[in-house]
């Protein structure tokens, strides 16, 4: 199983993959194959053969099981991209407090290593300009992802941490925008900011979704 490394600013699995449990060993291979793959050479460079060589079977494993590169996709990004969210759930650490779950993951943006996962992501996003089936699986694994973050907002609505009158699609969207936009400075090695002032933003801008403070009367 993946374990969830302590917060210092590298939250990344080790070992099995999350959630892979629920494929047949045939399928794993492929998987992790796909995986390495399409991360290397991108969706489009990627052939059906090469997967299946890496993962030491017949490209009829894979026809056996997916329709075509896209689904093979889905898999791999399902189970090899890290999802620092699933993982700080899984800490138990923070009791379900948004504010505090995207605090950890904002502010370890800017000190978190290059991962395999993150590559297969950005590939998959190359990708989905030109393939319309692309395009569809990342829609629904974003769709996925906001609505677990969107119920956590509901909740942290419902505790008085965050204010009611903010949109929780808005606060979901821009929470993946900021995420995603990493990918590209990753994709570059752009330079990050330096960690203290990029943890000071994003206290200050998680503070601006708190409820707001009782007003004085004259």
């Given at each position: ?126 990708a989905a300009r030109r ?88």
């Amino acid at each position: 199983m993946a374990q969830a490394q302590p917060l210092d600013g590298s939250l990344i699995a080790e070992g099995d993959p999350p959630g892979s449990a629920d494929l047949d060993p045939i399928a794993a291979r492929l998987v992790a194959a796909a995986a390495e793959v399409f991360a290397e050479k991108g969706y489009d460079g990627a052939g059906v053969a090469e997967i299946a060589r890496r993962a030491g079977l017949t490209t009829g494993a894979i026809y056996s099981r997916y329709s075509g590169k896209a689904e093979l996709l889905a898999d791999a990004i399902r189970h090899h991209t890290s999802d620092e969210f699933d993982l700080l759930f899984a800490q138990h650490a923070f009791e379900g407090r948004a504010t505090d779950i995207l605090h950890t993951v904002g502010a370890h943006l800017v000190t978190r290593v290059p991962e395999s996962g993150r590559a297969l992501l950005l590939e998959a996003f190359v990708a989905a300009r030109r393939d319309p089936e692309v395009a569809a699986l990342l829609r629904n694994h974003l769709l996925e992802r906001a609505s677990r973050l969107g119920g956590l907002v509901e909740a942290s609505k419902a505790a008085g941490l965050v204010d009611p009158a903010l949109d929780t699609d808005a606060i979901v969207q821009f929470a993946h925008a900021v995420g995603l936009g990493f990918l590209l400075f990753e994709a570059v090695d752009a330079p990050n900011a330096a960690p203290g002032p990029w943890d000071d933003v994003v206290s200050r801008m998680i503070a601006a979704v708190g409820p707001p403070g009782p007003t004085s009367s004259r």
